[in-house]
Structures are given as C-alpha cells and as structure tokens.
C-alpha cells in the first residue's frame, strides 16, 4: 500500500531511479490525499496541505526521513476545512488556501491555531480552487468556475490584498481560452499565468487532450493562450496532471502523474515562457 511521503529527485533521474531522500513516517504528519506541495526558494522551506487533519505543514527544505514539521497551522480559528491547493508569497511572507468561495490567508510564519490575516470572498457560486501570487505586482489569481458541476472554468485576477467581498479586477474566461474543461495546477514566472488543464474537442466526438497553457497577467476576457502545450501520450496513454512545477534555469516544465503513466515525474522542454527571462 502506498503510503505518504515527499520524495527528493536528482533533476536529471530517469527510469526507475531511487529518490536521493524522503520526507515520511508517522512524525512528518502528512497524509495520503495532500494534492499539492510548494517550495519557497527564498526561506528553503517545503510547505504542503494536510486535508485530513485540516492543517498546513512547513518543512525545512533539506527535511529528510522521520522529521517533523517545523511549523503546523491547524485548529478551529483557522477556518481550514479541506486545505487542497495553496500559494506562497515568500516577498510578502504570506499563504493563500481557497476554500470553496473564500481565499484564506495566513502569516508566513504563523503557527498553531490562528486566524486568517485576512478573508476574500466572491459570490457563493463560485467554487475557488488553484491559487498563484504576483508579488511585484501586487497580484493574485485564483481558478474557479460558477460551480463544482459546471465546466467553466475562469481565472480570475485580483489585488493580492483583496479581502472581503472583492471584485476581480480581471476575468480570463470563455470558448476560446480552451479553459472550459478540467483545470488542475497553476503556477505563476514573472508576468506570465501558467495552467495545466484539459482542452475539449469542439465536437463531442473530438478527443480530449492535456496542456499547459499560458496567458499574461494583463490579459482578460476570451482570450486564446500565448502559448500552449500539448503533453501528449506516454505509452498510448494521455498524461494525466496531478502537479507540476517550472524549471526556469533549465527552461522546463516537470510533470509529476497519477496512474497515467503510472506515477511518472515527465520534463518537458517549455523554452519559449522562459525567453528573456533571465
């Protein structure tokens, strides 16, 4: 049986290679359904959700075997429900958990049960879900759509201070965005949204296939991506997304899988979002 663990790479690893260490046992607190896990470079920590326990775990970012989280925000003034998706603005020291139609956000280095520093809410229809963090411009984007059985989904931009019942002060959304259908992951490199999703075939008999997409801050409306990529098949079969990340010195994209191809780390050489970006 699989069991929970945050395992480290060598970047050039292929095959069935060992990880280089691993962050599990019953003292890292993680759980099997943590989704997402985000690296803040600038303080070297790990930071990963806990829907099970309800909680947020930081990590030191070289954590290896049995180690315990460094910090843990968890309890009944945090509002956490079912923490999933999260971003961290390492320049502000701030986290952002949506949690159906709010985004919660914490101090960086907040621990034990505290409050949200602050709260945005949109309307109760819209069910937000993957957040990414603009900090020279003071941005944040959250994917949502107008429910959790509509496939319509939106990326809608906001002031990264935002709180209460705020407006977005841009939408990108509609058919030609290709958005429309399963959207997983988003991560954010300078002014550039990146969103790993599945494009619909316009008729019903046209396959599906999953993409990674990419869109500016400053676009809105129904806008097609700058760019998109088409991930492919591997060994017939189309990938799917659980997670992925950039990789702007070596100018890749790295896939982390489910069950299709069975749980594969893929990297994809995406050169065009890194072009005159060093």
Known sequence: MAHPQIAAFAR?????????????????????????????????????PQGFAQAILTFRGAANGQERPIRVIH???????????LAVDPVNNEIFVPEDNRVL???????????????????DNIRLRIPGVFPAQNLLVVSGSPSQGER????LIFDRRAQGDARPLRVIGGPRTTLGDDVGELRVYHDWIVVAHTVTGKAPADPSWPAVSVWSVHDEGDVPPRWSMNLGKIDGVSVDVK???LDPKNRAIVVATG?????SVLTYSFPELFEGRD
Do not use: C, M, W
């Not at 019953?26 to 930071?47: C, F, K, N, P, W």
């Not at 956000?105 to 309307?123: H, Q, T, Y």
């Open 152 to 155: 319509n989904n939106q990326l």
């Open 12 to 48: 050039l690893a292929e095959g069935g290679k060992a990880p280089v260490r691993r962050i599990e046992g019953q003292e890292t607190l993680l759980g099997r359904a943590s989704h997402a896990i985000v690296y803040d470079e600038i303080h070297d920590e790990i930071v990963v």
């Open 259 to 263: 069950r299709k191809p069975n749980n």
């Open 243 to 245: 997670s992925f990340d």
């Open 75 to 85: 309890g009944s003034r945090t509002q956490l429900k079912d923490p999933d998706p």
């Open 105 to 123: 956000v914490f101090a960086r280095e907040a621990e034990g049960d505290v409050a949200p520093i602050r709260v945005l809410r949109v309307p």
